[in-house]
């Protein structure tokens, strides 16, 4: 059964098909202060997307996963809501060309390499939190 999260906080969808990598991402940002709702199932992930779809301003998720890939999870969550910011996270080297190709028209807000220090990932969301905040100070080319 998918439950709703509480409406007081804006919260981070963390998907990865390896348990270790979700609970590292989803403890290790705890330490931050931001709250993580961690998934391994891309089915299961987006059906709680689609619960709680405007507490979330941010979605992580591996490219490589069985059932449903990152690409076609992040299409389906993009349709939900189209605003929500995304990170794209691999292992592997991410050819910029190729991603564009496939997925041309959805806008992908960072690539993170992994592995990647959780202090790090931090930065680059405290950075996405202070945009949203401040949209003037981070214009968009």
Do not use: C, W
């Amino acid at each position: 059964m998918i439950t709703s999260a509480n409406k007081n906080h804006k919260f981070i969808l963390a998907l990865d098909d390896e348990f270790d990598i979700v609970a590292i991402i989803k403890h290790g940002l705890k330490m931050y202060g931001l709250k993580v709702y961690g998934f391994t199932d891309p089915i299961l992930a987006l059906e709680h997307f689609k619960v709680n779809a405007r507490d979330y301003f941010l979605v992580i998720s591996d490219l490589r996963m069985p059932g449903m890939n990152g690409f076609e999870f992040i299409k389906k969550v993009k349709e939900i809501k189209p605003e929500v910011k995304i990170f794209f996270m691999t292992a592997f080297e991410i050819n910029d060309v190729e991603f564009r190709r496939v997925l041309p028209s959805t806008r992908i807000d960072e690539f993170i390499q992994k592995p990647i220090l959780l202090k790090n990932l931090n930065i680059i969301i405290q950075n996405h939190i202070n945009e949203i905040k401040n949209p003037d100070k981070f214009p968009r080319t």
